[in-house]
T-cell receptor
Framework: KTQVEQSPQSLVVRQGENCVLQ??????????LRWFKQDTGKGLVSLTV?????DKTSNGRYSATLDKDAKHSTLHITATLLDDTATYIC?????????????FGAGTQLIVIP | DMKVTQMPRYLIKRMGENVLLECGQD?????MYWYRQDPGLGLQLIYI???????SEGDIPKGYRVSRKKREHFSLILDSAKTNQTSVYFC???????????FGPGTRLTVL
């Protein structure tokens, strides 16, 4: 059973618009939550990590929130650029795993058009 | 600059052939991982290696084996590849006590 669900599956926005990506998870016990950006044909690049209840992080035009009670996270991208076109993957760490097991969402494919 | 490398980046094999995927890291990380990524699915864990010659099955180990003879190298081996092993394979490494995994660029394997 998928333990990390992302929505929407895909999203098209115009350059300059803002967008919000959602992540819901059922991993228990949960450790941290990390958002990755994956350009087409490339590896995963970490954007931000959230650790604590009600964490909020900011990394340039990317900002993220975490609600551990609701097991929900959002990734906000402001003033999108064409280079933001990528798949964004939500990953939840399993606190019960000594080997650092991660649970991956299937990703949201973001397409930014001119 | 911390780095995880994978070779080759692209590979085409015929069903029944053997496949060797290589992964290297220059961070002296103890733990390394092999994943596969298929369309519409999250990355799935194939194998974990705690250190040299200390490997553990992940969630989908069937049809794969691994080898780790040096800390900086972790190999994924497919003996007699099958068409359903067509996928993108990612290697990752992690330092002890740190939650972050660092990912390689991936190897796109096509089995015909």
């Amino acid at each position: 059973k998928t333990q990390v669900e992302q929505s929407p599956q895909s999203l098209v926005v115009r350059q300059g618009e803002n967008c919000v990506l959602q992540c819901n998870y059922s991993v228990t016990p949960d450790n941290h939550l990390r958002w990755f950006k994956q350009d087409t044909g490339k590896g995963l690049v970490s954007l931000t990590v959230l650790v604590h209840e009600n964490d909020k992080t900011s990394n340039g035009r990317y900002s993220a929130t975490l609600d551990k009670d609701a097991k929900h996270s959002t990734l906000h991208i402001t003033a999108t650029l064409l280079d933001d076109t990528a798949t964004y993957i939500c990953v939840v760490g399993d606190r019960g795993s000594a080997l650092g097991r991660l649970h991956f969402g299937a990703g949201t494919q973001l397409i930014v058009i001119p | 600059d911390m780095k995880v490398t994978q070779m080759p980046r692209y590979l085409i094999k015929r069903m029944g052939e053997n496949v060797l995927l290589e992964c290297g890291q220059d961070m002296s990380h103890e733990t390394m991982y092999w994943y596969r990524q298929d369309p519409g699915l999250g990355l799935q864990l194939i194998y974990i290696s705690y250190d040299v010659d200390s490997n553990s099955e992940g969630d989908i180990p069937k049809g794969y084996r691994v080898s780790r003879k040096k800390r900086e190298h972790f190999s994924l081996i497919l003996d007699s590849a099958k068409t359903n092993q067509t996928s993108v394979y990612f290697c990752a490494s992690r330092d002890r006590g740190d939650a972050e995994q660092f990912f390689g660029p991936g190897t796109r394997l096509t089995v015909l």
